[in-house]
């Protein structure tokens, strides 16, 4: 059975930081790109930042480019995601994702490609 677990959220303020965590288990976590995604009520799940299977690529949406940085760790079979100079617009519910490709160092930035997810976690950037 597979299962991502994230923990990690919480309230801060504009500026501040945050580091989420994504603990994989019942997967070979190597065969895995792994994605965070994050969405608002109302709104669909967008793309926030992947990391291909070898962790040797890294990918980021615009908005979080340069404040963001995701990263895996093998032998944890964990994925990170810190974020750094929050922004109230942060706030959402974020999803830690797995997709099994490792095909190339590519990865998928839409929710449909990934074959695994997790249950979420709120952060929350008070102004």
């Known amino acids: 059975q597979v299962q991502l677990v994230e923990s990690g959220g919480g309230l801060v303020q504009t500026g501040g930081s945050l580091r989420l965590s994504c603990a994989a288990s019942?997967?070979?976590?190597?065969?895995?790109?792994m994605a965070w995604f994050r969405q608002t009520p109302g709104k669909e799940r967008e793309f926030v930042a992947a990391?291909?299977?070898?962790?040797?690529?890294?990918y980021y949406a615009d908005s979080v480019k340069g404040r963001f940085t995701i990263s895996r760790d093998g032998a944890k079979k964990t994925v990170y995601l810190q974020m750094n100079s929050l922004k109230p617009e942060d706030t959402a519910v974020y999803y830690c994702?797995?997709?099994?490709?490792?095909?190339?160092?590519?990865?998928?930035?839409?929710?449909?490609?990934?074959?695994?997810w997790g249950q979420g976690t709120q952060v929350t950037v008070s102004s």
């Open positions: 994702a797995a997709d099994l490709w490792r095909s190339n160092e590519w990865v998928h930035r839409t929710p449909a490609q990934y074959n695994y």
């Open positions: 019942g997967l070979t976590f190597s065969n895995y790109a």
């Open positions: 990391v291909s299977w070898s962790g040797r690529s890294t």
